[in-house]
Protein backbone atom coordinates (compact mmCIF):
# COMPACT_ATOMS: atom_id res chain seq x y z
CA UNK A 1 0.00 0.00 0.00
CA UNK A 2 1.81 3.26 -1.11
CA UNK A 3 0.71 6.66 0.52
CA UNK A 4 0.31 10.31 -1.34
CA UNK A 5 2.28 12.79 -0.02
CA UNK A 6 -0.48 15.24 2.12
CA UNK A 7 -1.97 18.01 0.01
CA UNK A 8 -1.86 16.29 -3.16
CA UNK A 9 -4.69 14.28 -4.90
CA UNK A 10 -4.36 10.58 -6.36
CA UNK A 11 -3.61 11.96 -9.62
CA UNK A 12 -1.04 14.00 -11.33
CA UNK A 13 -0.97 17.58 -12.21
CA UNK A 14 0.81 19.45 -14.88
CA UNK A 15 3.26 21.56 -13.61
CA UNK A 16 2.53 25.55 -14.19
CA UNK A 17 3.18 26.92 -17.87
CA UNK A 18 6.10 29.52 -16.58
CA UNK A 19 7.98 26.08 -14.85
CA UNK A 20 8.13 24.61 -18.05
CA UNK A 21 9.25 28.14 -19.78
CA UNK A 22 11.63 28.19 -17.21
CA UNK A 23 13.40 24.78 -17.67
CA UNK A 24 13.72 24.97 -21.30
CA UNK A 25 15.00 28.30 -21.20
CA UNK A 26 17.95 27.01 -18.85
CA UNK A 27 18.30 23.98 -20.85
CA UNK A 28 19.68 26.14 -23.57
CA UNK A 29 22.04 27.98 -21.49
CA UNK A 30 23.18 24.81 -20.55
CA UNK A 31 24.42 23.69 -23.79
CA UNK A 32 25.41 26.95 -24.84
CA UNK A 33 27.95 27.04 -21.74
CA UNK A 34 28.49 23.43 -22.36
CA UNK A 35 29.83 24.00 -26.02
CA UNK A 36 31.84 26.87 -24.51
CA UNK A 37 33.69 24.80 -21.84
CA UNK A 38 33.93 22.19 -24.63
CA UNK A 39 36.05 24.51 -27.38
CA UNK A 40 37.91 26.04 -24.23
CA UNK A 41 39.24 22.59 -23.71
CA UNK A 42 39.70 21.73 -27.10
CA UNK A 43 42.14 25.28 -27.18
CA UNK A 44 43.88 23.97 -24.14
CA UNK A 45 44.54 20.94 -25.05
CA UNK A 46 46.42 22.95 -28.78
CA UNK A 47 47.86 24.90 -26.35
CA UNK A 48 50.03 22.00 -23.93
CA UNK A 49 50.59 20.30 -27.07
CA UNK A 50 52.49 23.40 -28.75
CA UNK A 51 54.02 24.09 -25.41
CA UNK A 52 55.18 20.56 -25.39
CA UNK A 53 57.11 20.83 -28.68
CA UNK A 54 58.74 24.17 -28.02
CA UNK A 55 59.59 22.15 -24.68
CA UNK A 56 61.23 19.15 -27.19
CA UNK A 57 62.90 21.45 -29.51
CA UNK A 58 64.66 23.61 -26.27
CA UNK A 59 65.87 20.01 -24.84
CA UNK A 60 67.61 19.30 -28.61
CA UNK A 61 69.45 22.58 -28.44
CA UNK A 62 70.63 22.81 -25.00
CA UNK A 63 72.13 19.22 -25.30
CA UNK A 64 75.53 19.23 -27.08
CA UNK A 65 76.31 22.59 -25.79
CA UNK A 66 73.41 24.55 -27.61
CA UNK A 67 74.11 23.17 -31.08
CA UNK A 68 71.22 21.16 -32.30
CA UNK A 69 72.95 18.21 -33.98
CA UNK A 70 69.81 17.76 -36.99
CA UNK A 71 70.58 20.72 -38.83
CA UNK A 72 73.57 21.85 -40.52
CA UNK A 73 74.17 25.10 -41.65
CA UNK A 74 74.57 25.65 -45.81
CA UNK A 75 78.52 25.31 -47.00
CA UNK A 76 80.21 29.17 -47.41
CA UNK A 77 80.36 28.93 -50.58
CA UNK A 78 76.01 29.02 -51.38
CA UNK A 79 76.00 32.45 -48.94
CA UNK A 80 76.51 35.73 -50.97
CA UNK A 81 77.18 38.91 -49.04
CA UNK A 82 73.75 40.92 -49.42
CA UNK A 83 74.73 43.81 -51.90
CA UNK A 84 75.46 47.31 -50.35
CA UNK A 85 72.24 49.14 -49.90
CA UNK A 86 72.39 52.71 -50.41
CA UNK A 87 71.34 54.42 -47.09
CA UNK A 88 67.38 55.51 -46.92
CA UNK A 89 66.62 59.66 -46.96
CA UNK A 90 65.61 60.22 -43.54
CA UNK A 91 61.94 61.02 -43.47
CA UNK A 92 60.25 64.54 -43.38
CA UNK A 93 60.01 65.78 -39.80
CA UNK A 94 56.67 65.42 -38.28
CA UNK A 95 54.41 68.88 -37.86
CA UNK A 96 54.72 70.03 -34.77
CA UNK A 97 52.08 69.22 -31.60
CA UNK A 98 51.81 72.92 -30.40
CA UNK A 99 48.48 74.22 -32.79
CA UNK A 100 47.20 78.29 -31.98
CA UNK A 101 43.77 78.31 -30.77
CA UNK A 102 42.51 81.63 -31.75
CA UNK A 103 40.27 82.88 -28.96
CA UNK A 104 36.52 83.71 -29.75
CA UNK A 105 35.97 87.38 -30.25
CA UNK A 106 33.95 89.10 -27.54
CA UNK A 107 32.87 92.29 -28.28
CA UNK A 108 33.33 94.69 -24.92
CA UNK A 109 29.94 96.12 -23.48
CA UNK A 110 29.45 99.52 -24.66
CA UNK A 111 29.59 102.09 -21.68
CA UNK A 112 26.37 103.54 -20.60
CA UNK A 113 25.63 107.10 -21.22
CA UNK A 114 23.42 107.45 -17.94
CA UNK A 115 25.85 107.78 -14.23
CA UNK A 116 24.77 105.02 -12.08
CA UNK A 117 24.73 105.91 -8.20
CA UNK A 118 27.89 105.90 -6.34
CA UNK A 119 28.33 102.68 -3.75
CA UNK A 120 28.92 103.18 -0.29
CA UNK A 121 32.27 102.38 0.74
CA UNK A 122 32.92 98.99 2.85
CA UNK A 123 34.02 99.67 6.08
CA UNK A 124 37.58 98.74 6.76
CA UNK A 125 38.46 95.24 7.45
CA UNK A 126 39.92 94.07 10.93
CA UNK A 127 43.79 93.80 10.78
CA UNK A 128 45.02 90.71 12.72
CA UNK A 129 46.97 91.26 15.49
CA UNK A 130 51.08 91.79 15.36
CA UNK A 131 52.84 88.60 15.91
CA UNK A 132 54.60 88.45 18.59
CA UNK A 133 58.48 87.85 18.49
CA UNK A 134 59.72 85.32 21.07
CA UNK A 135 56.60 82.87 19.54
CA UNK A 136 57.27 80.18 17.24
CA UNK A 137 56.22 80.05 13.74
CA UNK A 138 53.38 77.68 13.73
CA UNK A 139 51.92 80.16 17.10
CA UNK A 140 51.78 83.53 15.12
CA UNK A 141 49.25 81.83 12.68
CA UNK A 142 45.77 83.44 13.70
CA UNK A 143 42.72 83.03 11.19
CA UNK A 144 40.91 85.48 9.22
CA UNK A 145 37.96 86.65 11.80
CA UNK A 146 35.92 86.94 8.62
CA UNK A 147 36.07 83.44 7.83
CA UNK A 148 35.56 82.43 11.43
CA UNK A 149 33.03 79.01 10.99
CA UNK A 150 30.02 79.24 12.70
CA UNK A 151 27.49 81.93 12.90
CA UNK A 152 25.46 84.16 15.15
CA UNK A 153 23.04 81.75 15.77
CA UNK A 154 25.42 78.93 16.53
CA UNK A 155 27.77 78.09 19.50
CA UNK A 156 31.72 79.99 18.65
CA UNK A 157 33.93 78.55 16.79
CA UNK A 158 36.14 77.72 19.65
CA UNK A 159 33.61 75.98 22.00
CA UNK A 160 33.28 72.48 21.38
CA UNK A 161 30.75 70.12 22.37
CA UNK A 162 31.14 66.22 23.00
CA UNK A 163 28.76 63.75 20.84
CA UNK A 164 25.60 62.29 23.38
CA UNK A 165 26.85 58.94 25.56
CA UNK A 166 25.29 56.17 24.19
CA UNK A 167 25.39 53.05 26.47
CA UNK A 168 26.93 49.72 24.98
CA UNK A 169 29.41 49.73 22.04
CA UNK A 170 27.34 49.77 19.16
CA UNK A 171 24.70 52.63 20.50
CA UNK A 172 21.38 51.92 22.24
CA UNK A 173 20.60 48.75 23.38
CA UNK A 174 17.49 47.23 21.87
CA UNK A 175 15.20 45.21 24.99
CA UNK A 176 15.38 41.17 24.05
CA UNK A 177 12.59 39.44 22.42
CA UNK A 178 9.51 38.68 24.74
Known amino acids: MTSTPPGRGGGQSQPPKYINDFSKALANEVKILLAEVGKLRDEKRALQFEIAELMSIKAKHSSAEGMYTGWRPPPPAAIEPPPPAEPAPPPPPAPGGWRVIHAPHVPKPRKQKLALPAAPTPAPAPTPAPPAANMPAWAQWRPNPL ?13 VVPPPQRPG ?10
Do not use: D, N, V
Open 147 to 159: LAPGTAAGPPAHT
Open 169 to 178: IFGRMTPPPK
